[in-house]
């Protein structure tokens, strides 16, 4: 694909980032990474709805500007820092998708494992802790988790998509705000039913066979260590016997609860029904 196509690219995907809402007045930024040392990167101060190639800067890894006629966002620090240091990733995008962002306002990881499109293509969502914009706050609280996740929730701040190129980075955007918006629905109706792990090992064979690629942190021997060690830091462990830090029999639990669950309502039905029963004999 040529410089001018990737440009096009870009554009195209500040329009659909702009109309979707996702952004508002200047928000947002696009990158792209030509090669190991050349960045195409969007411009601060300009509506991504209403870019033009012409608009699109050239940077180095150092952020210098090697063309355009714009500056560059002051955000660039955070994209640099993501293709240093994850080399796969050619594309990153950062918007404020509005549910998304709710989550990230409130202090809550789409961590749930409810929806299979999104365990097969992006596993879980974690939230990065804040950090002052422009400054390397940011781009050291979403390396944290940069090596097992694609996208990523920032506190109080927005969102932030990795992929192979504009479209791959955008598209992710898109699946997160979608499932956001289904997460909030159905806590709003009161339950949000997540997959058992032996429902989500077979996703991930799915997802295996389809050749998704990109980073995805779904724990296909239990489906629900993800970063969930019980500290509440957010981090994912690696001390249990599956090297996913959780336990060999982390199943095995799960199960005898949900039947100790079973024999306990069965067992209250039952003394219930007697009762009534005997009431109703006189």
């Known amino acids: 694909m040529s410089e001018y196509q990737i440009k096009q690219d870009m554009v195209e995907v500040g329009r659909r980032i702009y109309q979707q809402g996702f952004v508002a007045s200047n928000d947002g930024n696009i990158s792209v990474r030509l090669n190991e040392n050349e960045v195409l990167t969007t411009p601060t101060g300009v509506s ?54 709710g989550f990230a306002v409130a202090g809550i990881p789409l961590d ?40 990523f929730l920032l506190a109080n701040h927005g969102a932030l998509t990795v992929g192979s190129d504009a479209f791959n980075a955008y598209y992710k955007m898109e699946s997160m705000e979608i499932f956001a918006k289904i997460s909030l629905t159905a806590r709003l109706l009161g339950n949000e039913r997540e997959l058992s792990g032996q429902q989500i090992g077979k996703l991930m064979e799915v997802r295996e066979k389809l050749g998704v690629t990109g980073k995805n942190s779904t724990c296909v021997n239990c489906g629900e260590c993800t970063y969930k060690d019980g500290t509440g830091t957010g981090k994912v462990t690696a001390s249990g016997s599956n090297g996913c830090g959780c336990d060999s029999n982390h199943e095995t639990k799960k199960a005898a609860e949900e039947e100790f669950d079973e024999a306990a309502v069965s067992d209250l039905v039952s003394r219930v029904t007697q009762a009534v029963l005997a009431k109703m004999r006189g």
């Open 48 to 101: 991504k709805g209403y870019m033009t190639p012409d608009m699109i800067i050239k940077v180095n890894m150092k952020g210098e500007v090697l063309s355009g006629k714009l500056k560059p966002s002051t955000e660039l620090k955070m994209h640099l820092d993501v293709y240093k240091h994850r080399p796969d990733v050619r594309s990153v995008v950062h918007a404020h998708p509005p549910t998304a962002t």
């Open 112 to 151: 749930r494992y409810v929806l299979p499109e999104i365990i097969i293509s992006l596993g879980t969502i974690p939230l990065a802790p804040y950090g002052t914009p422009s400054t390397e706050e940011i781009p050291l609280a979403v390396r944290e988790y940069l090596q097992d996740h694609d996208a």
